[in-house]
């Protein structure tokens, strides 16, 4: 254990390590071994901060720090609570993960404007641990805003046309939804309330008794689509788009920092802000449910149709996303749980997904899976691990997926949400039948016509193929060993 003031410094360590690499990363382009050595450096900094506070919060404290003081009753400050540590250990953690896989990509394929790339990825991780640590509504929007736009490089990364069609896509969408409906909103529930600061517990929220039904549901919605990064139908369009940058971009936003930074703002929008008992009593959590459930089979249903690789992993995001809403919308302890969890098991295993993409790209140049026959036994471990993964998105045991699908169904049981229980069943079939083909192609299929595979194993550059084993083989640890996460979790909601 630390002393108290430690703890006082070390969230804003966490989030200025990245920050303060910038210009070090920047300055070190013409050395590109110097210039990973400040990437390294600040992610291990970064989660070194971030662990070091993991026990002092599992022993029941909470650590707050004021940064700025804008008005009497607003402020720019943190707050570290088990809430936020669950997001904050995993992006810490794959960010170490995402930066090893990066070297490897980017010198694979001899990109161009890395030192931007890396400027840029920095940048993300700093606002992704400031959205885990914000203490009220407006330092997380500031933060989310501050990822949306340290994002934009990355995702238009190619400079060709699709990429920047792809990224004017999601800057519209994710800038249109935050300034056109969370901003008003914000707005409107400090003029309601008198605060932005988060509520201490999940039940009562800080939205007054006397605020009229009427408002407080469109305050909800505006909070629940204007988070457009949560993926949830029809705000989701920007996702699939996006997928044109290159895969540890692709990795990023479905993994590490961009679609959980949106699911995690709604939650804790939803948790915090307008309080269990209050959305019970509007129907709001049920109403959620439904329409987040039409996101989780529409979005699968689109995912079987994809034949480009990467593609049918994005509409998996957005189903897999949704999951993690529901669970929460169903307001139901052990759901609650079991949508916060798959905060922690969607990240390593659809980390590994895309990082398995990306090696199959960098080894092969194949993009589409009716081109990958037979390519499992010559990159058995990329295909393994995407196995393995696989199977965490499908919910099987005793991947980390099956914890997350496991609470979520008890959780519909208790709240006697039979037609939820249904939605849950259907997409684990979904799931098996848009992942289950890729990899039985793999390891079973013939190559196309006129393709002759090696008859030796041929991987992607073991820098590549380290990270996804380690994801791969934490997905499957997290499996067995679930408290290690479970119990911040469970801190949430006792």
């Known amino acids: 254990m630390f002393s108290p003031s430690f703890y006082q410094i070390a969230p804003v360590i966490a989030i200025c390590a990245s920050l303060a690499a910038v210009p070090l990363i920047a300055i070190s382009g013409s050395r590109p071994n110097l210039r990973e050595f400040w990437t390294f450096l600040a992610a291990g900094i970064k989660f070194a901060m971030v662990f070091s506070l993991a026990g002092w919060v599992l022993a029941g404290n909470v650590v707050e720090v004021e940064l700025i003081r804008v008005l009497p009753e607003l402020s720019i400050a943190l707050r570290v609570d088990s809430f ?79 990429a920047l069609g792809g990224a004017r896509k999601y800057l519209v969408f994710l800038l249109g939804g935050s300034v056109g409906l969370v901003l008003p909103a914000l707005i409107v529930i400090f003029a309601i309330a008198g605060t932005l600061e988060f509520a201490d517990g999940i039940h009562a929220g800080i939205i007054p008794g006397a605020t009229p039904d009427a408002m407080v549901v469109i305050l909800f919605f505006a909070c629940l689509f204007g988070f457009a990064k949560n993926g949830i139908m029809p705000m ?46 509007l129907n709001l959590g049920l109403v959620t449910a439904y329409i987040v459930s039409f996101t989780i089979i529409t979005a699968s249903i689109i995912a079987l149709t994809k034949d480009n690789l990467k593609a ?120 098996v039948a848009y992942f289950a083909p890729v990899v039985y192609h793999a390891f079973f299929g013939k190559p196309p016509a006129g393709e002759v595979l090696p008859t030796r194993i041929k991987e992607a550059p073991l820098i590549m193929v380290a990270p996804i084993v380690l994801a791969a083989s934490i997905s499957l640890f997290i499996g067995v060993y679930p408290d290690l996460m479970m119990q911040f979790v469970k801190m949430v909601m006792p």
């Open 84 to 162: 936020g540590m669950v997001f904050a250990l995993v992006s810490s953690f794959l960010w170490i993960v995402a930066a090893t896989y990066t070297v490897g990509y980017m010198r694979g394929l001899n990109e161009h404007a890395q030192t931007r790339f890396m400027v840029c990825f920095a940048l993300s991780l700093c606002a992704a641990i400031g959205v885990a640590f914000s203490a009220n509504l407006l330092t997380m929007y500031l933060f989310y805003e501050m990822l949306s736009l340290s994002t934009y490089p990355l995702v238009a990364h190619h400079q060709d046309r699709e």
């Open 236 to 281: 989701h369009a920007w996702l699939p788009g996006a997928m044109v940058a290159p895969t540890p971009v692709s990795a990023l936003l479905h993994a590490v920092a961009v679609v959980k930074v949106g699911v995690f703002c709604t939650t804790r929008v939803m948790l915090y802000v307008f309080g269990i008992d209050l959305m019970d009593d």
């Open 312 to 431: 049918r992993l994005a509409y998996s995001t957005v189903s897999q996303l949704s999951y993690i809403v529901l669970g929460v919308a169903l307001l139901s302890p052990v759901a609650v749980q079991g949508g916060l969890i798959h905060i922690v098991n969607h990240a390593f295993a659809k980390i590994t997904l895309f990082f398995c993409a990306g090696a199959i790209y960098v080894a092969t140049h194949k993009k589409n899976i009716s081109e990958l026959g037979g390519l499992g036994r010559v990159m058995p471990f990329t295909f393994g691990a995407f196995a393995v993964a696989s199977l965490s998105m499908i919910g099987a045991p005793p991947v980390g997926g099956f914890i997350s699908k496991w609470y979520l169904l008890v959780g519909a049981l208790d709240a006697g949400q039979i037609a939820i229980i249904l939605v849950l069943l259907a997409s684990t079939m979904l799931n």
